[in-house]
Every structure is written in C-alpha cells, then in structure tokens.
C-alpha cells in the first residue's frame, strides 16, 4: 500500500498501458494542485504567483513514482514522498496539503456552486485539477485519488461532472466577489507585492492587494472613504475576510467629509490661490 495511489480508467488504457504523454501531462497539474495548495494552507493571499514555491514547501511536496501496474482499460500508480514525518503526523504539513487537495476535490463534486471553496482551495487549485482533467476529454474515464493516511484513507475522484463543477466555479461572475466600504490607509509599495488597508466603519481592519494597474488609484485615494471591489480570501475557520485583491476603488463622499469642505474658514485663513501666493 502506498501513500498516494492514483488509478486512471478508461479507453486510452489498452491493455493496462497508459500513454506517456497522459502521465507527463497529468503529473505537471498534479505538482500544482498540491503546491498551489499548500500556498492556500500558509496563508498566501493567491495560490498562482511568479516564481517558484519556497524551497521547503517544495520538499514537503516532491513525489517519487514507486509502482506503476495496469490491465484491461486501467492503470495505477503508486507514489510516495521523498520527505516524510512518520514521528509527528499530526505536524505533517505535506500530509494536511494532500488531505485539503483530495478532500477538497470531493467537496467540490458533491457542494453547490454558489458555497464557499473548501479550505486549502481558491481559484488558482481549481484551475490545476481543470488542467488535470483535460485527459477526461482524451480517452480517460475517470482519475481516481486514494490517500492512505494513518488516520483512515482520503479517496476523491475526478470525473467529468466533477469536471464540469470545476469550470462551474471558475466562470460564475461572482465568485468571491465582495464590495467593501471603508477609509483606505498605510499603504505599503515597497515588497514584492503592493499592499494598504482597508478600515471598515465596522470591523477589524483589511488587508489590500494591489496590482501595478491600480497603484496610481489607490494613491490618490489614500486617507480617503472608498468602496473597494475585488476577490477576497476568507479565513476558513471564522469566515472573516482576510484580505481582498483590488479590482475597483470608487471614493465614497461622506456627509462629514463634504461639511468639513464646504466649512467656512475662519477669517483671516487664506489658500494660496486667494492670497496670490
């Protein structure tokens, strides 16, 4: 019994042999699942970033092939990590990203489009189990998962109704879409990735992301009351926002804001343009 064991089904299957070009194609969106996932599980605001994973997450998720075997129109494989945690399981965190990737794929199959993503998903793993499933449309069948954990075996399947709940998920308009109404501050633009804050008239604080195309908007909307659209990470244990990826900044004018610019100045307080400076 191995790890993981991944069973392909189907026509393309002759004789217990599986296309080369299925397994490479296959195990390249198989690697993004799970580090895709694993960036969800760390607290990464998106899954799809450039650049390399980090170094230990890559070693917590490197995959050897240990047994291939087939017959008729299925074959399977057997796979095992390079690096494994038998002392601690339950610190295993390469352990919890397979659960997530394979739990979560299963939630997906039997949930409602319209419900939150299942935890360690967002929308950059679901488009590495869709890139998976192009073998769906090349003789494959059916992709069963089969996860042997310690604590009693983790089994999904991708099939083309999953398949089609996927792309589901992927094309709804509205998929994490929030509008959030609040004064915009500390902005930061100095990492890899450009960040502020959003503070709500109710509720803690909210963390921004920013692209280069909307730098120059948040710029000119600092310290200012604004409603912001954009794609938010939920914490999946309290389903509080953790931050949301700015799509659309609109300013908001308040009535304090507009009374405290139309005030009269006292007398004697001139702008520079009245007093010809």
């Given at each position: 019994?191995?790890?993981?064991?991944?069973?392909?089904?189907?026509?393309?299957?002759?004789?217990?042999?599986?296309?080369?070009?299925?397994?490479?194609?296959f195990?390249?969106?198989?690697r993004?699942?799970?580090?895709?996932?694993?960036?969800?599980?760390?607290?990464?605001?998106?899954?799809?970033?450039?650049?390399?994973?980090?170094?230990?997450?890559?070693?917590?998720?490197?995959?050897?092939?240990?047994?291939?075997?087939g017959?008729?129109?299925?074959?399977?494989?057997?796979?095992?990590?390079?690096?494994?945690?038998?002392?601690?399981?339950?610190?295993?965190?390469?352990?919890?990203?397979?659960?997530?990737?394979?739990?979560?794929l299963?939630?997906?199959?039997?949930?409602?489009?319209?419900?939150?993503?299942?935890?360690?998903?967002?929308?950059?793993?679901?488009?590495?189990?869709?890139?998976?499933?192009?073998?769906?449309?090349?003789?494959?069948?059916?992709?069963?998962?089969?996860?042997?954990?310690?604590?009693?075996?983790?089994?999904?399947?991708?099939?083309p109704?999953?398949?089609?709940?996927?792309?589901?998920?992927?094309?709804?308009?509205?998929v994490n879409?929030?509008?959030?109404?609040?004064?915009l501050?500390?902005?930061?633009?100095?990492?890899?990735?450009?960040?502020?804050?959003?503070?709500?008239?109710?509720?803690?604080?909210?963390?921004?992301?920013?692209?280069e195309?909307?730098?120059?908007?948040?710029?000119?909307?600092?310290?200012?009351?604004?409603?912001i659209?954009?794609?938010?990470?939920l914490?999946?244990?309290?389903?509080?926002?953790?931050?949301?990826?700015?799509?659309?900044?609109?300013?908001?004018?308040?009535?304090?804001?507009?009374?405290?610019d139309?005030?009269?100045?006292p007398?004697?307080?001139?702008?520079?343009?009245?007093?010809?400076?």
């Amino acid at each position: 019994m191995r790890l993981l064991e991944i069973r392909f089904r189907g026509p393309a299957i002759e004789r217990g042999r599986l296309p080369v070009a299925h397994l490479a194609s296959f195990l390249d969106s198989w690697r993004k699942v799970v580090q895709r996932t694993g960036r969800v599980l760390r607290g990464e605001a998106r899954s799809v970033r450039p650049g390399q994973p980090p170094q230990d997450l890559r070693s917590e998720l490197e995959f050897e092939l240990v047994t291939f075997d087939g017959e008729g129109d299925s074959a399977s494989l057997g796979l095992e990590r390079r690096l494994e945690n038998t002392s601690f399981p339950e610190m295993d965190f390469g352990l919890k990203v397979m659960q997530s990737a394979i739990g979560g794929l299963r939630e997906i199959g039997s949930s409602d489009p319209a419900e939150a993503l299942p935890n360690g998903l967002d929308p950059g793993v679901l488009r590495a189990w869709r890139d998976a499933g192009v073998l769906l449309g090349q003789g494959v069948e059916t992709i069963e998962f089969t996860l042997n954990d310690i604590s009693g075996p983790v089994r999904s399947a991708l099939d083309p109704d999953v398949l089609e709940r996927i792309r589901e998920r992927l094309t709804r308009p509205n998929v994490n879409i929030r509008k959030i109404e609040g004064r915009l501050l500390m902005v930061d633009f100095t990492g890899r990735e450009a960040r502020c804050r959003i503070h709500p008239v109710d509720g803690e604080p909210i963390e921004c992301l920013v692209d280069e195309e909307r730098k120059e908007a948040v710029l000119a909307n600092m310290l200012k009351d604004v409603l912001i659209t954009g794609e938010v990470r939920l914490d999946p244990a309290t389903g509080t926002i953790r931050s949301i990826t700015v799509q659309d900044i609109e300013r908001r004018d308040t009535p304090d804001t507009k009374a405290s610019d139309d005030a009269p100045r006292p007398r004697g307080l001139l702008s520079e343009s009245e007093s010809g400076g």
